[in-house]
């Protein structure tokens, strides 16, 4: 598997960014959607990486620049097709090795409270994610989940 950073021009990627789109849209409530469309990916403040097994896309990921000490994960996403197969365990080990060599102390991520989402709750676990309230604008929602860890 190799991870690389990724600009968002590639076909593949642009279907995976909408198929995570289009689920989140199907699992949460509007207003509880806070899954990041293409055009906000190419945001200074964010770095995008994909993972491929040759020419197959296995997954995605992006890191958010909150602060200086202080990361948000975004945009992980496995295709249905590839799931199992450590893609999203490899892409969550490179964020966190990223937010590391750049000097956060933090690493923050919301995702959803749904049990569609459970998978993604143990993974965070294993990592050493920890439950915790909104940051960085977030506010408390049913359907959020909140989690960090410190670096």
């Keep these: 598997m190799r991870i690389r950073q ?43 990486w994909t993972a491929w097994e040759g020419e197959e896309l296995l997954g995605c990921a992006a890191l958010k620049e909150i602060d200086a000490t202080h990361g948000e994960v975004k945009s992980m996403r496995t295709p249905a097709a590839h799931r199992g197969r450590g893609a999203a365990k490899a ?3 490179h964020l966190v090795a990223e937010a590391t060599a750049r000097g956060y102390r933090r690493l923050s991520l919301e995702t959803g409270a749904q049990s569609e ?35």
């Design 117 to 151: 989402f459970a998978p993604a709750h143990r993974l965070y676990l294993r990592f050493g994610f920890a439950f915790c309230g909104p940051f960085d604008g977030y506010v408390e929602d049913p359907n959020s989940v909140f989690m960090t860890r410190a670096l």
């Design 91 to 93: 892409l969550l080990a």
């Design 6 to 48: 990724d600009d968002l021009r590639h076909p593949a990627v642009q279907g995976l960014i909408e198929e995570h789109l289009a689920n989140m849209r199907a699992i949460s409530p509007p207003e509880s959607v806070h899954a990041l469309p293409f055009e906000s990916l190419k945001d200074p403040a964010i770095t995008f």
